[in-house]
């Protein structure tokens, strides 16, 4: 089996894990109720920017709203917030938004499960009891997999790993794939071995035809030269799947019972301080690193309150001041330009120039679970 090399997936750069609140169910409902939207003039650089804000309060409840409730598909940004039944909410990670597959780039956790990898940027994270996490996040997937016992009464463990997951293969693409339920009922491609799990038994291995995606499991399809590794996996095996969560630096963080989460970037703040370096984050693109556009951003308060943003005509290193003036003690960049959108108590404070893949969505008629 090919090795991973990781250290051409992960990036330099490790930022602290931030903001630690927590609240009981019952004062949940009056946190959500105190969603606030309000227009701040903030100066930086010798310039006055026009900003659009909503505060949540802490521990209102977040959640991610996935277009047409799957990963790799697009919809009106009203009609995400309105099957998301959310008081508030703003655009998500980056995606392909250019033709082909739309699948996003990020990293993203929707109710406790990972429904997409990536391995640039920043991410923010919500628990269920109300702590907000942000990091550089890495999410590693690998397991085990135990054929029937041979001549000697004993069975072999061999090791596995997914590359990404949900995500469509480029043509050609050496990588190992895993697809779950927020992908939809199929993969959404042919090509490769797919190998269907099912309750942690191997339950079907064939040459994927657009396979089945079975809601108590999940589909690796093992694509280009990944394939010959499908080989030790045989109908009726037992498979056992590990998530390791890890900043850029390979070092341990605490994401496990993280509920929601998305993946975008760069990070604009650091414990109230501007910090920014978006090439050390894995962006290349100009718009990301010296351009001037609409921009979307969410900041963790040192209140543990959370507070969404957009604004128009802003670099990046404009952006990361705003943040800071706003008062954020955490800060990151979420998809902009024509991504750009923000919403709050009935109304669309910003409205997206197209589709779009995902969201965060909050607010006490939202699902975490």
């Known amino acids: ?11 330099a750069g ?17 946190a959500a109720a105190g969603i606030k939207a ?13 900003v659009q804000t909503v505060a949540v309060p802490k521990g209102t409840k977040a959640a991610l709203g996935l277009a047409q409730g799957r990963v790799g598909q697009t919809q009106d940004f009203k009609t995400i917030v309105k099957n998301s039944r959310a008081t508030a909410a703003i655009n998500g990670a980056f995606f392909n938004s250019y033709g082909g597959p739309a699948d996003p780039y990020g990293t993203l956790i929707s ?21 907000v996490l942000m990091d550089r996040l890495m999410a590693r997937i690998s397991g085990t997999v135990t054929g029937k016992a041979g001549k000697s009464g004993k069975a072999a463990a061999l090791g596995w790993y997914a590359t990404f997951v949900n995500r469509t293969p480029d043509a050609g693409q050496n990588v190992v794939l895993l697809y779950n339920s927020a992908r939809g009922s199929n ?28 809601s108590d499991g999940y589909v690796l399809v093992y694509h280009g030269s990944e394939q010959a590794a499908s080989s030790r996996f045989e109908v009726g095996s037992t498979v056992e799947m590990k998530i390791a969560y890890e900043n850029a630096a390979g070092k341990p963080i605490p994401w496990d019972d993280v509920a929601t989460s998305v993946g975008a970037g760069p990070r604009l703040v650091k414990d109230g301080k501007v910090s920014l370096d978006a090439a050390g984050e894995g962006f290349n693109d100009p718009k990301i690193l010296s351009a001037s556009g609409a921009r979307s951003g969410i900041a963790i308060m040192a209140d543990g309150s959370v507070v969404l943003a957009t604004v128009g005509g802003a670099t990046m290193s404009q952006w990361a001041q705003v943040m800071q003036k706003l008062g954020a003690r955490q800060a990151m960049n979420l998809d902009g330009g024509a991504s750009s959108a923000l919403y709050a108590n009935g109304s669309v404070l910003t409205s997206a120039g197209r589709a779009l893949s995902n969201t965060l969505v909050f607010g006490d008629g939202v699902s975490m679970q």
């Open 187 to 214: 993969v959404g491609f042919s090509g490769g071995t797919a190998v269907t799990v099912r309750k942690g038994k191997v339950v079907k291995k064939a040459a994927n035809a657009n396979a089945t995606i079975p």
């Open 14 to 30: 490790v930022l602290a894990v931030s903001g630690v609140f927590g609240l009981s169910g019952e004062r949940r409902a009056d």
């Open 111 to 131: 109710k406790g499960q990972i429904v997409h990898t990536g391995y640039y940027g920043t991410s923010i994270g919500f628990k269920k009891d109300g702590t």
């Open 1 to 11: 089996m090919k090795k991973v090399k990781w250290g051409t997936l992960l990036l």
């Open 38 to 50: 309000s227009v701040r003039k903030v100066s930086v650089s010798g310039r006055t920017f026009t």
